[in-house]
């Protein structure tokens, strides 16, 4: 099994920081939403933000979680919500399933051998399901917070594109998003060496500068971004 890369005190900062960002959290999820089918899984839940947010449109809905201290706190938040089951997951794994998708958000950058752990998801998933993932973009970008975080790459379009193809998937859908995200989180992480937790940095970037940009990438797909989106079915 693959180890639980990066400081796992810094990942629960950045999932907390993170958690407060709640309109860059429901656009990410309503991207995924017309992909998933009837029963998804979710691969690396967290501390369950998107779990709790996707859950509220599936009759079922599986959350996953490698770490086990995180694993606890997942299972105590979903204790209450009965359509979400849990379920301790490392990728890769040997496991089949009968899953409708398997959505993935910024997780596939904490593994080594990304194409395996691709493959693994492919085999959680039925045929003619799909495979969402959101990954962080642009290697120009990595920083301290990603070397701390276990972030093991950061990725365009390009190299998606291949590591999916690599793994039998067809692509589907690929795209950047969040431009002016990446030029913030450029600017905060890798020139004044902040830490994206909660605080005003996030609160701002959240109220005002992220509706502008969803608006704008509504309407025309920004050539780069703070993160890359890729759907890809299972053959």
Do not use: C
């Not at 301790?88 to 950058?109: C, F, K, R, T, W």
């Not at 917070?145 to 276990?150: L, N, S, Y």
Request: aromatic share 8%; charged share 20%; net charge negative.
């Amino acid at each position: 099994m693959t180890q639980i890369t990066g400081d796992q005190r810094v990942q629960s900062e950045v999932l907390e920081g993170l958690a407060t960002a709640v309109n860059h959290r429901r656009w990410f999820v309503n991207l995924a939403i017309p992909h998933l089918g009837d029963n998804p899984i979710e691969i690396g839940s967290g501390l369950g933000d998107y779990a709790l947010e996707w859950a509220k449109h599936f009759d079922r809905f599986t959350a996953t979680e490698a770490d086990p201290d995180r694993l606890v706190l997942l299972k105590e938040r979903m204790s209450a919500v009965p359509n979400v089951e849990v379920r301790q997951m490392l990728l890769p794994h040997s496991e089949h399933g009968d899953y409708s998708a398997a959505v993935s958000y910024n997780v596939l950058e904490h593994i080594e051998d990304h194409v395996e752990a691709l493959q693994s998801m492919r085999d959680l998933v039925r045929p003619g399901g799909k495979i969402v993932l959101i990954v962080p973009a642009f290697p120009f970008a990595m920083s301290p917070v990603d070397i701390a975080t276990g972030h093991v790459r950061r990725y365009t379009k390009k190299t998606m594109r291949a590591a999916l193809e690599d793994a039998g998937l067809t692509v589907e859908k690929l795209h950047y998003a969040n431009a002016l995200g990446l030029i913030g989180y450029y600017m905060a992480t890798s020139v004044f060496k902040l830490t994206p937790k909660e605080g005003p940095m996030v609160k701002v970037y959240d109220t005002l500068v992220l509706p502008t940009t969803k608006a704008a990438e509504s309407l025309v797909r920004p050539p780069f971004g703070q993160s890359v989106f890729a759907v890809a079915r299972v053959p």
